[in-house]
């Protein structure tokens, strides 16, 4: 299992090579940025290792306390936090599910509707970079 500096340094490296990917398959720069912001965040920020006290979780510095239920219901290293597309998908989820919730409560749920349907593109771009970032942290884990 890799540890945290060769999974940001991992991840920090792929970042422009997945940048330019998205770019040469989307023919828009647009999803180039979005992509290797969305990438490198998710790596840095929404991290397989958020299951326990890692580094990615101490990166939230006064918000990790968010963290703690989510650690106390997902096992380290289950397919719930480190599955392929399961584990990603999940923590997104776990992240925009309150908000949802709180823009509706507040009146802005057609808004919020609307926007997503609207850069539903840009959306899945993103959702599509945070998986690539957790793929690139489970294959380190699988080579160390």
Known sequence: MANSRTHDRSISLATVPYALAAVWLTGNHGYGVVSAITFLWSGLYLSPDLDIRSDPFKRWGLLKWY?????????HRSIWSHGPIIGSQLRILYLAVPWCLAFTAMGFGNVLASHLIHYSDLCLSAAIACEASALVHLFMDWIN
């Open 67 to 75: 963290w703690l239920p989510y650690q106390k219901l997902i096992p």
